[in-house]
């Protein structure tokens, strides 16, 4: 799956250890240029938007030239941004499956891009809150429970009162997901801090046994107990009528999701947020 | 399985990773780190600068790959502190970044404005001469279509300020603050009255594009009432140039540059004194 194929390829390129100047994969041209300044203005950007900002940037600087695929495209800015140590992560929405992008961190520690948004105190009600939401069984934190741990943060004292708007701060800036007042992680979150989660709480991670990436939502065997992405579920018991726990072997008891299909979705023209509130939650 | 994305990014460990950007608050490993194993030290609130658990060594030989780290922190804290588009000070790179390496900041940081134009099309230039501040100015010119594909509201304020710069290059470089007043009225902006798309236009003109180096804002002496005069500021020097704003201002005004014989000739000026070799970008002075 794909979140685990972008992981893999870090681990196994060794990084050329040549100073300055373009690494022997990849050349930079204008077009990458504006792909990466425009990309980093999205926290995170679904499939269909990145390959209009790719369109768009072969418009503006190389009207002649064929698209390259998307993935060779983001490959060869991968093989430049190496050596800056952040790279163009592809991953895809928990409850959905659909796929995005996000420029992230490889070398530093998570927070480090939300620091520069947020004071002290609301980076530790984000810790607060991601704690809760790691080991919540169904990944999301309540509210309440959130808002009840504000006297314990660090730095200048919150009222709940801004804690709540800080929540919102939160959402608004891609990093939380707010359903029916409990919050879970959004995918810009689990893409760039997905490293920095697995390090820091071992012990609380959930892991998906299909895809083996980090797992915050999802369905999980009543009777073995491992857990699958809601996408992972979806293509692994695509067309099998009779869903088995891959690991223990008993019946599957959840709903089976359907598969993310870009193009029914467009034909559809189904709103998005819509489509997001249909699904029920499964864990 | 996941400790190998680890390996090849941190040749020092996670503490060093410990330090405080952006208002000096974010302490990236949370309190409560659970049996994270890494280093201990330094996990309480922050001091600056040199915090380090394993110092890496003072001088001397350092690894190829904290180098290239260093100059990739660099870089990143520079994409950062740009967005809010305030100058970067020297001493908060040094504070923030460099730390240890302070011997070899200017290599540090001559690799990093490489890095930046190459990969990312961002020019890193001090803004004033020996001011030991920096900007990051693009190299590619902002395109209509752009406002399509962005992620951001790229800045609605940018037509304010284009119109400002217009209206203080058209009447002699320098304008007084009433006049600027006077001619925005008449486009349904005032000091006092909020705006829907701006804001508070009065605390925009006169402190956000003023801490944002676009324009200069000095008080009259003499006048009674207070005035004041708004000039260019260097970024507008730097971002745009007299011959883009007085294009803009014929576009608006559905007429030619040259319809304006005077600003034109100055425009074409100043596009001679540009075309003429610069020196050599960010190296700091020093």
Known sequence: ?283 | MLQKPRSRGRPNSQAERERDWGHGAAEEAPSTSRGAGSSQEARSSSSQGSRRAEASPEVGPRSQQQLELKVAELVQFLLIKDQKKIPIKRTDILKHVIGDYKDIFPDLLKLAAERLEYVFGYKLVELEPKSNTYILINTLEPVEEDAEVRGDQGTPTTGLLMIVLGLIFMKGNTIKETEVWDFLRRLGVYPTKKHLVFGDPKKLITEEFVRQRYLEYRRIPHTDPVDYELQWGPRANLETSKMKVLKFVAKVHNQDPKDWPAQYCEALADEEARARPETSGPAPSS
């Open chain 1, 1 to 283: 799956m794909e979140e685990g194929r972008a992981e893999r390829r870090r681990r196994t390129e060794a990084p050329s250890h040549t100073q300055g100047g373009p690494r022997r994969a990849g050349v930079m041209t204008d077009v990458h240029r504006r792909f990466l300044q425009l990309l980093m203005t999205h926290g995170v950007l679904e499939e269909w938007d990145v390959r209009r900002l790719q369109k768009h940037c072969y418009r503006v600087h190389d009207r002649t030239a064929a698209v390259e695929e998307l993935e060779d495209f983001i490959n060869n800015i991968n093989s430049v941004l190496e050596s800056l140590y952040i790279e163009i992560k592809k991953g895809a929405t928990e409850d959905d499956g659909r796929p995005v992008y996000a420029l992230v961190n490889l070398a530093t520690t998570s927070v480090s891009k939300m620091a520069s948004d947020f004071a002290e105190n609301e980076l530790d009600l984000f810790r607060k809150a991601l704690e809760l939401i790691i080991d919540s069984e169904t990944g999301f934190a309540s509210s309440t429970n959130i808002l009840n741990l504000v006297d314990q943060l660090k730095g200048k004292k919150m009222r709940k009162k801004e804690a709540e708007q800080v929540l919102q701060k939160f959402v608004q800036n891609k990093w939380l997901i707010e359903k029916e007042g409990e919050f879970t992680l959004h995918s810009r979150a689990i893409l760039e801090m997905e490293q920095y989660i697995r390090e820091t709480y071992p012990d609380a991670v959930k892991i998906c046994n299909i895809c083996h990436s980090l797992l915050i939502q999802g369905q999980s065997c009543e009777t073995c107990g491992i857990r699958m992405h809601l996408p992972c579920v979806a293509k692994y018991f695509q067309s099998n009528s009779e869903p088995r726990c891959p690991h223990c072997n008993d019946y599957w008891p959840h709903e089976i999701p359907e598969v993310f299909d870009p193009e029914k979705e467009r034909e559809a023209g189904t709103s998005r947020a819509t489509k997001r509130s249909l699904r029920s939650r499964q864990h």
